[in-house]
């Protein structure tokens, strides 16, 4: 082999195990600042933030810290208002073709905001403003707007469903909104009674999982894990509430369809592909025009004794190798670009959130009330490890209590 | 150079464009950088970082309530200055908002501008008031007037206003239209004696990146 075509050939390998390199999971970024000092965010980067707030605010939910669950969702829901604000840096470099998807600013795919919505509203209708509450749940539903097919626009039946409780309690008229949930609900939905005054919100089971898939992970998909959570029951003052599933986070994460970006990481992997194929087939031309590129010819020759001799002559040709040279340069170049162009989708994820999501609402008189909540399998058998004793706490009778059920430990 | 080289150089040039021709990846995407946000208003165009109700629209709305309440003969011409209650405002619309935030900022443009033509009574501290007088009706505290004289003032008007909004999203973007009413309502005999809105609508499409 000559020294042309193993400089070639040399090259090409180290570019095709070079596009094998790992690209950590986190790379270094500007760090977020704090908000109001909080230690949780001191590693973690600006354009992760919104999915830490997420996290952490699910988790203060879960653990009655809703002044620190407040806070986070407020400072989340600003940002996701603020993606409307013209020319978004992050945004344009994570559409260009050597930047990873996950180099944007996270503000979660739309089944994750209606949840910060949804979660934000809980909070409101605790802190006794159900109109902004109701604000929460309808911006939870323009959200769900994003819908490709018309079918799954706007499906969320318990963001209705409150939309018209809250409406109703506010001496409103809520039926438009209950109509729109009872068309999309799986069951019959309870009749308001603007008396009641424990709200009790449940859920159950864990939430869909982002993961990338195809040849470049260029599509997200979601995984979902079964739920062995179906149904619950939460037993006090000789009241039955039976909690069964209203809404499933895995069937909207599902039925969001394509989005704007599925179709860049597309462009992003036909690109790669092409590239690859282009480095290929100018590496290989480049060797071809290199074996070529010296040619043996043989001549006879007659020494001064008269002898004959056959003599090898190595001729270059001048045009094969430059066509060597300019098709090695092109194959070299389509190798880095192809190992250099960035097709991943975005996998970040809000990973503590539910499947399934569960209301009832019921009379209760101020004072502390003992219950027992009792968590169900598919066929209707308790799962014992769940079982728990949940204290309500009715106080100011001019605000609804609103208690917060779940079956998640984090 | 031989055919067949000329080729394969031809060749590699072509690959080369074409592949450096696919380094658009949003190619077919409509708008992949985003509109900006634009203020939709009879008169003025502006941009705004989201389609929610922000500071300059309540600068707008309250100014321009101030201002109507001002003209008004109940106001305008009062032999004695009316007592206002503020009522909090409802929101109809599907942002979350600090209510109060309106009514307050009405309150201080009218104090500050209306010259003692107006007065506001502080309900909200009424707990507190109360409190007070109790401590001063049982001798706890010192009083400079008699306190069992009933001295609260009740309310000649209430002000209140509400929020509603329209939103819509397409493929084009989103577009919400806020419309903000304030009425001023007698206490004696239930008439609104006044009532003006003031309406803003905004629309904007965020990066494909988003979408």
Known sequence: MRPLTRFLFATAALLAFAGCVEIPDQPPGPRAAAPGGDPRFANVDDRDRVLFEYRFAASSMRAGNFDDARKLLDDAI??????????????????????????KTFIGEPYERVMAFYYRGLLYWRDGQPDNARACFRSGQFIDGDAEADT????????????????????????????????????SLPAYDPAANVLCFLEFGPGPRKVAAGQYGEQLKFQLSPSRVRSATLSLAGQNLHFTPWDNLNFQAMTRGGRVMDYILGNKAV?????????????????????NAYKEKKRVVTDENGRQHVVTDVEKDQGSENTALILGAVGIA??????????RADTRTWDNLPQYLSFAALRLPPGEHMAILQFFDADGHAIQDLTRRV???????????????????? | MNNTYRFLLLAGVTASSAFFAGCETAQGVKNPSGVPVTEMRPDERGFVAGTGVES???????????RSILGIPQIARAAVEPSIVLEPVVNNTRFPINKDIF????????????????????????KTLEHERALKQSGQVTASANPNAVEFGGADFFLTGQLDGLATRTSQGTSDYIL???????????????????EIKKQGLEDAAYR
Do not use: C
């Open chain 1, 152 to 187: 799954y626009k706007g499906d969320y039946v318990l963001l209705d469903y409150l939309d018209g409780l809250a409406s109703t309690k506010l001496a409103a008229d809520g039926s438009d909104a209950r109509t729109r949930a009872e068309k999309t609900a799986k069951h």
């Open chain 1, 271 to 291: 690109f790669k592909r092409n590239a690859n194929t282009v480095g290929d087939l100018a590496l290989a031309g480049s060797a071809i025009a290199t074996d």
């Open chain 1, 78 to 103: 600003l940002r996701i208002g603020g993606v409307i604000s013209g020319p978004d840096e992050a945004a344009r470099r994570a559409r260009g073709l050597f930047t990873a998807e996950r180099e």
């Open chain 1, 334 to 343: 389509s190798k880095i670009f192809s190992a250099a162009t960035e097709t």
């Open chain 2, 56 to 66: 300059q629209d309540l600068v707008a709305v309250t100014d321009k309530m101030a």
């Open chain 1, 391 to 410: 204290a309500i706490t009715v106080g100011d009778p001019a605000r609804d209590t609103v208690v917060f059920l779940s079956e998640l430990k984090r």
């Open chain 2, 180 to 198: 903000y009413t304030f009425r001023l309502t007698d206490a004696r005999t239930s008439r609104i004696v006044w009532e003006d809105s003031a």
């Open chain 2, 103 to 126: 009514l307050t900022r009405i309150r201080s443009q009218l104090n500050s501008k209306a010259m003692g033509r107006v007065s506001f009574l502080d309900r909200a501290m009424m």
